[in-house]
């Protein structure tokens, strides 16, 4: 909850080796947004403009993610925390390897402890696969899972864990922006019917 955690924790991984994209990658994009946010996101790995800037889902697929966010969730960027699988970026914006997720995971597990949130949001089937699995929910792929609503008991209460398609699939596959767009509608709706973001989390 402390921001100096979340500041100790991007501390931490500018310093990291664990994994090789350290010596490929120009910046470490450990995350940014609200210390305490009550919704996280949870994409896959920095891409070129994110390598770039240091910053998560800047580029095109995070112009899209910011739209959302504002239109579908009346929220800014500011409101939520926006972070990655993976805090630096593969090779040609390649698939994450096993090792590099297994390396990486500690510090997203970490940031989540610290920033408690009501709603972790996975961006797309690599994200949705981990924090599934790490939570102990049944992964069926993202065309199955995508727009469910689950929830589950973590240290800090009850936390709802939901998957979307990623925005960038959403960009190169016209037809999964109206999926994307509806399950963003859907989160948006049930927060819309509470008076804060606080009581919506509280369902
Ligand atoms: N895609 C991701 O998964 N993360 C980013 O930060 C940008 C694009």
Redesign the pocket.
Known sequence: MLTSELDEIAKEIKKCRKCKLWLTKQNY?PGEGNCKALIVFV?????RE?DIHGR??V?N??KLLTEMISRKLNLSRKDVFIT?ILKCRPPNNRDPLEEEIKACKPYLIRQLKSIRPKAVVC??RHSASLIFSFFGLEFNGISKERGKIYEVEVEWGKMKVIAVY?P?AALYKPPLREVLEKDFEKIGSILKKRRTLEDFMEL
Not at 43 to 47: K, R, T, V
């Open positions: 994009v994409g896959e790995a920095p891409g994110e998560p889902f580029g697929a995070g990655n961006l797309g990623h960038a």
